[in-house]
């Protein structure tokens, strides 16, 4: 992700457009068979301390990379650019970028949803307790829990995918839109100025606009933006509610801890949950970058204004390289969770039999109980029984039901005990969890033939 946004790859796209734009005007006459040669050779030669020079006394970073290309190309040089604006350029190769980076964004959050399909399948069984208002609630299974947090990030993964799939690129269109310069080059020639954006756009697997000004809607930034920071949204409820039940009061999860890992210089003792706190932190970052983009789609006045440009030489690839580095921790994470079936066990046993009153109270009402009337009941031996709880004393909630006339009426002492236990009251949650992990499990054999673009990255030592 880091090459993909790099300064020496950007100018590097930027070339084999001028290449791309070249080879079709040859087509038309506009440009020979030596002077493509010549700019195909040194396509790659990007220089960006020549560039940089020039665009110190210029001030424009695309031409000044125009004459450092030209200069390299001395046949094919004065040929570069013909018809276009700096935004055929920079606005096509941004699309292309950020479709890769999708690609790269979705092949990634695929790779740890196959992580969480075996940790939800080995877990689907295991009960514990649910919690609702950070309240002890009903008892679920940690299958289950594990698939709420895969399919929020299941559903990223659908919509990263989709605009992966479907977004569209500015074309060749001149400086307003019109393609007027085009049209006025390609006068006298067979092809018209949509078969060469065409031909360009193929190059590089993008499809136009049906219109556009001088770039291409700056909404469609904000329609990326906002889906990574969908995803990043996902992965740090995960992060969050894993430092919860990492917490000393919970004591069910933690995320992986080596075993000469330090947490913390003053407490030795500490085991803090590190990773987890880097996602929150990351993830804050595309939440506040789709911001920025929504008022660069809003205040990108008639056909163009340039305040959108300074922010969006960051926000674009901050916002990738936030969630490429939040998906490989939530890898890492999920990968090497932390599940302590002792600490499990005791919130169940401790608040598990509070559940149990739901179960209890559907059989005495099914038998003729006064259903309001049986409520109140069961609600006032739970606060008894939340008492003891409070002193740290075993749950008598059991015991209590068992002794209450007004229950045993409709709710035999056997069945009670039935009714007591928990992992009887977790209903359809391991087999809905199974069902997401063979989901997530036919998602990674399709991400095996999803197509990659294929455009050279070359990372720098």
Request: charged share 25%; hydrophobic share 45%.
């Amino acid at each position: 992700m880091r090459a993909l946004f790099s300064e020496e790859t950007k100018r590097r796209m930027w070339r084999r457009l001028w290449l791309a734009l070249a080879q079709a005007q040859s087509k038309a006459g506009l440009v020979n068979e030596e002077e493509v040669a010549d700019l195909r050779r040194y396509v790659d030669a990007v220089d960006i301390k020549a560039a940089h020079t020039i665009e110190a006394e210029i001030g424009h970073d695309l031409m000044a990379e125009l004459r450092v290309f030209a200069s390299q190309a001395k046949i094919g040089g004065g040929k570069l650019h013909l018809g276009a604006t700096s935004m055929d350029v920079e606005d096509n190769v941004e699309t292309a970028r950020i479709k890769v980076a999708l690609s790269m964004l979705v092949s990634g959050i695929a790779d740890a949803l196959k992580i969480f399909a075996d940790k939800i399948d080995e877990y689907a069984d295991l009960p514990c307790m649910g919690y609702t208002h950070l309240q002890a609630a009903e008892p679920t299974t940690l299958g289950m829990r594990l698939a709420l947090w895969a399919q929020d990030m299941l559903i990223d993964y659908q919509e990263l995918s989709r605009i992966a799939a479907w977004l569209p690129s500015k074309g060749l269109r001149g400086a307003v839109g019109t393609s007027a310069s085009y049209s006025a080059l390609l006068k006298e020639a067979k092809s018209s100025p949509d078969d060469l954006e065409r031909d360009v756009l193929a190059a590089f697997d993008l499809a136009a606009l049906a219109v556009s000004g001088q770039t291409y809607p700056r909404k469609l930034d904000y329609m990326v933006l906002s889906a990574i920071a969908g995803f990043a949204a996902s992965c740090s409820k995960f992060a969050f509610d894993l430092r919860v039940l990492a917490s000393s009061p919970f004591g069910e999860l933690g995320e992986p801890f080596g075993r000469k890992q330090v947490g913390s210089s003053a407490m030795p003792f500490k085991r803090n949950p590190m990773l987890c706190e880097r996602i929150n932190s990351l993830a804050r970052i595309p939440a506040a970058n789709a911001q920025i983009a929504w008022q660069n789609a809003a205040d990108n006045l008639l056909e163009r204004t340039l305040d959108d440009s300074a922010n969006r030489r960051t926000i674009i690839p901050e916002s990738f390289l936030a969630a490429d580095e939040i998906t490989a921790l939530v890898h890492k994470v999920i990968g090497g969770l932390r599940v302590d079936k002792a600490g499990i066990a005791r919130n169940l046993a401790r608040f598990g039999p509070f559940a149990c009153t739901e179960a209890v109270l559907m059989m005495a009402a099914k038998r003729g109980a006064n259903r309001q009337e049986l409520h109140e009941r069961l609600r006032e031996l739970s606060m008894r029984a939340w008492e003891a709880v409070e002193k740290d004393e075993r749950n008598p909630l059991a015991g209590l039901l068992e002794q209450d006339d007004l229950i045993v009426t409709y709710v035999k002492p056997g069945e009670l005990q039935q009714a007591m236990k928990v992992e009887k009251h977790t209903g359809l949650a391991a087999q809905r969890a199974r069902k997401l992990a063979a989901s997530l499990r036919t998602l990674a054999e399709a991400k095996a033939a999803q197509k990659v673009l294929d455009i050279e990255l070359r990372a720098r030592e």
